[in-house]
């Protein structure tokens, strides 16, 4: 049977070169990739105050659900604990109403959320009562 014209035919060795070259280029990129973030790892390691994923985890934990939430709040506010210790106490007690009046909301919206899963569960209820008795 004859081969068009337009066809060219590759000998198997020369793709079975060409696919070991491209496989040795991934491992190459790879292997620099690799030694590129071994490298910036530990000067971020370096440049940490020594606390590891598992100790900040392990903190974050041991605190109180309201310390916790706090937290959050300072973090949203963009201030720490040691920024508010630094402050006037007239601006310390403004922050401290501020952080009370976002707890009371966020404990609002909390109660209301669990206001509506409950409300849910009676109609859930209520319809699966109105099925039963059809």
Same mark, same amino acid.
């Given at each position: 049977? !004859?081969?068009?014209?337009? =066809?060219? =035919? &590759?000998?198997?060795?020369?793709? =079975?070169?060409?696919?070991?070259?491209?496989? +040795?280029?991934? +491992? @190459? %990129?790879? /292997?620099?990739?690799? &030694?590129?973030?071994? %490298?910036? +790892?530990?000067?971020?390691?370096?440049?940490?105050?020594?606390?590891? %994923?598992?100790? /900040?985890?392990?903190?974050?934990?041991?605190?109180? !659900?309201?310390?916790?939430?706090?937290?959050?709040?300072?973090?949203?506010?963009?201030?720490?604990?040691?920024?508010?210790?630094?402050?006037?106490?007239?601006?310390?007690?403004?922050?401290?109403?501020?952080?009370?009046?976002?707890?009371?909301?966020?404990?609002?919206? /909390?109660?209301? @959320?669990?206001?509506?899963?409950?409300? =849910?569960?009676?109609?859930?209820?209520?319809?699966?009562?109105?099925? /039963?008795?059809?």
């Amino acid at each position: 049977m !004859p081969i068009a014209d337009d =066809v060219t =035919v &590759v000998p198997a060795t020369q793709q =079975v070169s060409e696919a070991a070259r491209i496989n +040795d280029n991934v +491992d @190459e %990129a790879f /292997a620099k990739t690799r &030694v590129g973030r071994q %490298a910036s +790892d530990t000067s971020d390691a370096s440049k940490t105050t020594g606390t590891s %994923a598992t100790d /900040a985890f392990k903190n974050h934990m041991s605190k109180s !659900p309201e310390q916790r939430l706090r937290d959050s709040i300072l973090q949203s506010m963009g201030i720490t604990e040691d920024d508010i210790k630094a402050m006037p106490p007239e601006r310390q007690l403004a922050i401290g109403k501020e952080i009370a009046e976002r707890l009371q909301d966020k404990m609002k919206l /909390a109660q209301a @959320e669990k206001d509506n899963v409950n409300d =849910v569960k009676d109609s859930d209820k209520a319809a699966n009562k109105f099925l /039963a008795a059809l």
